[in-house]
């Protein structure tokens, strides 16, 4: 079984500051990990994705993730935030031969000036 | 045009009545899901279908059913609304070839009176 959780509903970060979103993950086969965001009134859109190659993984918008086997952990980050980044996050986790995905409850990022 | 629409993008409705949403979708993938978004609780799976020929229940299938049309058309019915279905739901794909991401479509804001 596979399972999600992601620290913090809520999380206000300055313009220019890093953004941090915390996501930890129990799996009981090799995972796949993703990043989605979904800005208001829209559907997800993949952020970046880990498929069990390189274990730091670059997304769009200037995020990346850092998948961590010894500390169950793919946590989010960006170096600066900007205004559009004001979102809902989630993290997700699938089994590699598992074709559904598990959704953590979702990080709202606040982003302010 | 989107890869994966949905329709109805909004409806309101009333306890009791039938409600069917469809999802549509361009991609070719052969498997296609239900999922329902409520704050605080993420992205729960409702149904999900791995060919034209398969259907599961998710974690929360009650007062729920669907049809698999096609390859391409996946719809979710609700026989008897209630109060506690109103939510954002969600229609979504994927494919062996591209790790179990999921390819989500717009949404349907759905709301029982």
Known sequence: ?113 | DADVTQTPRNRITKTGKRIMLECSQTKGHDRMYWYRQDPGLGLRLIYYSFDVKDINKGEISDGYSVSRQAQAKFSLSLESAIPNQTALYFCATSDLQTYNEQFFGPGTRLTVL
């Open chain 1, 1 to 113: 079984a596979q399972s999600v959780t992601q620290l913090g509903s809520h999380v206000s970060v300055s313009e220019g500051a890093l953004v941090l979103l915390r996501c930890n993950y129990s799996s009981s086969v090799p995972p796949y990990l993703f990043w989605y965001v979904q800005y208001p009134n829209q559907g997800l859109q993949l952020l970046l994705k880990y498929t069990s190659a390189a274990t730091l993984v670059k997304g769009i918008n200037g995020f990346e993730a850092e998948f961590k086997k010894s500390e169950t952990s793919f946590h989010l980050t960006k170096p600066s935030a900007h205004m559009s980044d004001a979102a809902e996050y989630f993290c997700a986790v699938s089994g590699t031969s598992w074709g559904k995905l598990q959704f953590g409850a979702g990080t709202q990022v606040v982003v302010t000036p």
